[in-house]
């Protein structure tokens, strides 16, 4: 699949068509949460990645899956999953977005498994979310410990 630049830097792509400006789908490094906060704001003061509507989702998890083959075959992991600008720290299972501390919609797009014996968040001793390319791209919860590839945005 292929999404264009648009107005967006060389690299990014523009995600303007669901209102989230432009995009980085960063992959050069495995990052822990903070990192990819903090990698983010250093790409021309960027954040994580906020996605609020189905419709924003549903781009991300495009997008996901036209660099999936290229982020396998980079070696980097063996299971894709990208952070979101979202987290509970300091307010345990209140899920928000990082940039306004604005709360997520009881409709997010958590994943659950087809039985719906597994429903995510677990909530246990996670504090921020990533799209996992097992999981259909949808919302798990993980936390600081852990290692992701990182999607910047710039509005």
């Not at 704001?41 to 997008?63: I, M």
């Not at 995510?120 to 410990?145: K, L, Q, R």
């Amino acid at each position: 699949g292929s999404f264009s630049q648009g107005d967006c830097p060389s690299g990014w792509v523009d995600g303007s068509s669901a209102d989230l400006g432009c995009l980085y789908f960063y992959y050069g490094a495995k990052l822990h949460p903070s990192e990819a906060t903090t990698f983010c704001n250093k790409q021309d003061g960027a954040r994580l990645v906020e996605p609020y509507t189905s419709e924003q989702h549903q781009l991300l998890k495009a997008v996901a899956y036209s660099v999936e083959d290229d982020v396998l075959e980079s070696g980097i992991v063996e299971h894709v999953s990208w952070y979101v600008g979202v987290t509970d720290i300091f307010s345990d299972d209140h899920w928000y977005y990082m940039s306004n501390l604005e709360a997520v919609s009881s409709d997010a797009p958590w994943y659950c498994t087809a039985d719906h014996q597994m429903c995510y968040p677990t909530g246990i001793n996670t504090d921020f979310v990533v799209m996992n390319g097992d999981a259909d791209y949808d919302w798990i919860d993980t936390f600081e410990a852990a290692i992701s590839m990182t999607i910047c945005q710039k509005i």
